[in-house]
Each structure stands twice: as C-alpha cells, then as structure tokens.
C-alpha cells in the first residue's frame, strides 16, 4: 500500500506564496507519475500538475509560469511551489498518482488566499 501526506497549506494574501509538500511511503515502487489536484468550493476535484518517473512535467494552463512541481526521490516527496497565488487558486490540495487511485486519498492541505 502506499501512504501519500499532504502538508505546507494555510491563508496567504493575493501575490504570496506557498510552498506543498506530498510525502510518500510504503509501496512507492508503484507510483508512476504523481500528480496534485485540487477541489475548490462548488468544482470538481482537477489535476492542477503532475510530474513523471523521469521528470516530465504538466500544468494546467490557469498554473503556468506560477506553479513549479518537483520530486526529491532521495525523500520520496513531491513539491509544489505556488507563486502569485490568486483567490480563485483557494482549494484543498491533495497528491496522488495520475491517473488516481481512490486508496492513495488524503486529507489534503487546505490552500487559501485572501484578497
């Protein structure tokens, strides 16, 4: 099985940033790409970034040029790096495996940004 933890959320104001953390244990051998998806108050859940085995990169297009997604496979973590955030960036941020896997859910991390 593998344990995915979501951390680094909180209240920031409209330009700040803030730095997520996902990190993974147990069967990590079975990630592939690792992704993190967020769900705003009223909307789906949706795939904001991701980052494969060997490195590629995917940002939704509302993201790029703010959003950078790394992996430390020394640490078995992946990070999300949000600058400039906007109000309608405010959602809980979870990671998971894209595609996802109902089990590897967490609690996410709640993302909020005031104007």
């Known amino acids: 099985q593998v344990q995915l933890v979501e951390s680094g959320g909180g209240l920031v104001q409209v330009g700040g940033s803030l730095r997520l953390s996902c990190a993974a244990s147990g069967n990590t051998f079975r990630l592939n790409a690792i992704g993190w998806y967020r769900r705003a108050p009223g909307k789906q859940r949706e795939l904001v970034a991701s980052?494969?085995?060997?490195?590629?990169?995917y940002y939704i297009d509302s993201v790029k040029g703010r959003f950078t997604i790394s992996k430390d496979n020394t640490k078995n973590t992946v990070y999300l790096q949000m600058n400039s955030l906007k109000p309608d960036d405010t959602a809980v941020y979870y990671c998971?495996?894209?595609?996802?896997?109902?089990?590897?859910w967490g609690q996410g991390t709640q993302v909020t940004v005031s104007s």
């Open positions: 980052v494969s085995s060997v490195g590629s990169t």
């Open positions: 998971n495996s894209v595609p996802p896997k109902y089990a590897y």
